[in-house]
T-cell receptor, first 114, second 114 residues
Framework: DAGVIQSPRHEVTEMGQEVTLRCKPI?????LFWYRQTMMRGLELLIY????????DSGMPEDRFSAKMPNASFSTLKIQPSEPRDSAVYFC????????????FGEGSWLTVV | AQSVSQHNHHVILSEAASLELGCNYS??????LFWYVQYPGQHLQLLLK??????LVKGIKGFEAEFIKSKFSFNLRKPSVQWSDTAEYFC????????????FGGGTRLMVKP
C-alpha cells in the first residue's frame, strides 16, 4: 500500500511568496495531521482533521498559515506570505482510528524561505 | 495539558554500548505511549507503542521500552547499539481525553560511533 504522500519534497522560496504543501493520506484513514519540525521547537502539531473537518488548529502559528481538506484524499497547508522563520520540515500524517492509534507519517516537505 | 520531556538532547555511544533514552510525561490519566525514530534525511517511523497490558514493550530492531506508571516514564532501551541506529528518537504521548492528538517530546539525537 502507498503510504502518506507529500509534495513537494523540497522547496526553496523567497520571503513574501505563497507556499502550498500538499498531502495525500493513506486511503481509509479518517484522521489527517500536519506537523512542523524545527531545530528550536522540535516536532509540533499544527492542525488535525477528522473526516475532512478541522478539529484542532490551536497549533497553527499565525494567520499566515491555513490548512484545508476538501476531500478524504487530499489536504493542503498554505503559508501566505512566507517568512524565513517558516523554514522547517512539514510532515503530514494520517491515522485510521482515534484514541492514539498508530500514526503514519509522510516523508516530509523541506521548506526553505530565503 | 499533556507534555513530554526527553532530558537527553544528544547522546553519543560506541557500537555495542547499551542505550537508554529517557521519556517522562505529565498527565494523570490513561495514556498511549509511542517511540518514533527518524533516520537522517528520512521520515518518522514507529519503533514501538504501548496501549495496555505488559508494560515492557518490544519493538523493531531490538528496541524495547518500559512503561512505569508511578514514574510517568516510558524509557527506550537497546542492549547493544549499532552504527545504523544513528538517528533522532521521539517519544510521544496520547492522552485518552485529548482526541487523537499526539504530543511529542523534543527528540534525542543519537550518534553511534563505529
Amino acid at each position: 500500500d502507498a503510504g502518506v504522500i507529500q509534495s513537494p519534497r523540497h522547496e526553496v522560496t523567497e520571503m513574501g511568496q505563497e507556499v502550498t504543501l500538499r498531502c495525500k493520506p493513506i486511503s481509509g484513514h479518517d484522521y489527517l495531521f500536519w506537523y512542523r519540525q524545527t531545530m528550536m521547537r522540535g516536532l509540533e502539531l499544527l492542525i488535525y482533521f477528522n473526516n475532512n473537518v478541522p478539529i484542532d488548529d490551536s497549533g497553527m502559528p499565525e494567520d499566515r498559515f491555513s490548512a484545508k481538506m476538501p476531500n478524504a484524499s487530499f489536504s493542503t497547508l498554505k503559508i501566505q506570505p512566507s517568512e524565513p522563520r517558516d523554514s522547517a520540515v512539514y510532515f503530514c500524517a494520517s491515522s485510521p482510528l482515534p484514541k492514539g492509534n498508530t500514526i503514519y507519517f509522510g516523508e516530509g516537505s523541506w521548506l526553505t524561505v530565503v | 495539558a499533556q507534555s513530554v520531556s526527553q532530558h537527553n538532547h544528544h547522546v553519543i555511544l560506541s557500537e555495542a554500548a547499551s542505550l537508554e533514552l529517557g521519556c517522562n510525561y505529565s498527565y494523570g490519566g490513561t495514556v498511549n505511549l509511542f517511540w518514533y525514530v527518524q533516520y537522517p534525511g528520512q521520515h518518522l517511523q514507529l519503533l514501538l507503542k504501548y496501549f495496555s497490558g505488559d508494560p515492557l514493550v518490544k519493538g523493531i530492531k531490538g528496541f524495547e521500552a518500559e512503561f512505569i506508571k508511578s514514574k510517568f516514564s516510558f524509557n527506550l532501551r537497546k542492549p547493544s547499539v549499532q552504527w545504523s541506529d544513528t538517528a533522532e528518537y521521539f517519544c510521544a504521548v496520547n492522552a485518552h481525553n485529548a482526541g487523537n492528538m499526539l504530543t511529542f517530546g523534543g527528540g534525542t539525537r543519537l550518534m553511534v560511533k563505529p
